[in-house]
């Protein structure tokens, strides 16, 4: 059978979609025809100033040796409907965020305007998250909850056979007027899974900026699911889907090296991006283990992110001895009372700053991640943040305004408190500005706050009135962000 994936990435920046990736390679590898049409490079989806933003408020470095990148000019349904007719798939089926799902559903009406009897299967955090949403949309006749490599080989040999697949776990099926909701199956063996088959994209998607400088990277991961369950993210609401199953899985050590041998040698990469939750969340002896073969075997930089408790001098020691060029730790709020009450983060500040600390004393850089615009954040616990990042003094750092992420604790508690309207939520928030709108915390604080984070992290407190003078003018938040 042939399938043809949709890679529906609208935000125009390059880095192989792993969980697509997977399931590419895994069908492809039980006999299956597969191609995949990626939406990334095309022009249409350039957004216009968004790394000027971040470059701007000092978020974003600009890249040392920037690699161009080609745009694709021509209209994408076009392109898509000449790839169809080219490739003449048995079913098409779209990988979606929830942030791309009322995009695609543009594009999936329109297929079906030209292919009515083109069975189209959507798959993804959205709809496994959303099912009923999206399992009632006229364009879409399947859905794929949960992870999809066991159950789409099982579809595409049953349509090869011609035979029912109104049964397959993890997939709810319309037909005859009728929606088969099935249960799930069993989680994914990671080591059952092909070494991941990178040739289906465009080799961009290596191109990746990291503080300041420019990679041949790939993503790839030793794990799968999180240990924790953190109010702001989705995470926890994939992992209750599987219980009683445990969600975190690792490959094994000798599977790990195995694929990092082969994508190392066959794309001539140069950093690898471990895409696991928490990568230091392993034991001792299992990161003992791989450390000592990565070591030997693998030998090119890399880096991935963590959660401060995981963080030791014993496990630092074993990163710095692999070449670990960079780990980025969730500070995620400042204050350690909100962090635990609203995000539901266990976590002490002496804990972080130590982790900080740990990360100082070695070769490898440590990065920070931080969220404003909370609910129930006030302006004074952003300060709380700040001073943190002060302390911990991160060698780079991402700063983003929340979201209110479907599938979230803290989504529901926004539309309860009256924070945020769900009904006619088109889930693609803007990036420099808040959509909850609270008493105490308003969207345009937020923005200014966004504005100037950096530079509260960076100069002396008594510069903060100038800081606070650039909230509100432009011309002088440029000047401060040449000098510091």
Known sequence: MKILFIYLNTGNRGSYPIGLTNLATYIKSQGHDVEIFDTTFYKQFTEEGRDNIR?????????????????NESDLNTDLLQKIEEFRPDIIGFSILSAQFYFSLGM???????????????????????????????????????????AIAELLDK???????????????????????????????????????????????????????????????????????????????????????????RKSIDKAISDLIHLKEKYNINMFYFLDETFLSMDLQTLKDFSREYKREIGVP???????????????????????????????????????????????????????????????????????GLPFETRELVFDTVEMFSRCKPETYAVGIFKPFLGSILRQICVDEGFFDDT??????????????????SKEEIEKLYKTFYLYTKVPKNKFPLVEQAEKDDNVLIELIKEY
């Open 302 to 372: 890399f880096y991935g992110m963590t959660h401060p408790i995981s963080v030791t001098e014993e496990k630092v020691k074993l990163l710095e001895e692999m070449g670990c060029y960079l780990m980025t730790i969730g500070i995620e709020v400042g204050n350690e009372k909100f962090r635990r009450e609203v995000l539901n983060r266990f976590v002490k500040n002496e804990k972080i700053v130590e982790a900080f600390d740990t990360f100082h004393r070695s070769d490898v850089f440590p990065s920070a991640f931080a969220m404003i």
């Open 159 to 249: 349509m090869s056979d011609r035979k029912d697949i109104t049964g397959i776990k993890n997939l709810w099926v319309k037909q005859n007027g009728k929606i088969y909701k099935n249960g799930l199956r069993e989680l994914v063996n990671l080591d059952e899974l092909p070494v991941l088959n990178w040739d289906f994209f465009s080799e961009q998607h290596q191109n990746t900026p990291l503080n300041g400088h420019m990679y041949k990277a790939g993503p790839v991961e030793f794990s799968r699911g999180c240990p924790y369950s953190c109010n702001y993210c989705s995470c926890t609401a994939l992992r209750n889907l599987t219980k009683p199953q445990k969600y975190l899985r």
């Open 55 to 71: 470059v701007k408020v000092g978020i974003y470095k600009p890249v040392d040796n920037p690699m161009p990148t080609v745009y």
């Open 424 to 441: 006619n939520d088109m889930y693609n928030y803007p990036v420099s500005t808040s959509v909850l709108t609270m008493p105490q915390f």
């Open 108 to 150: 999936s009406a329109k297929l079906k305007e030209v292919y009515p009897e083109m069975p189209i299967i959507y798959g993804g955090l959205h709809p496994s998250i959303a099912p009923e949403e999206t399992i009632r949309q006229d364009s879409v006749d399947m859905i794929c909850i949960g992870e999809g490599e066991y």
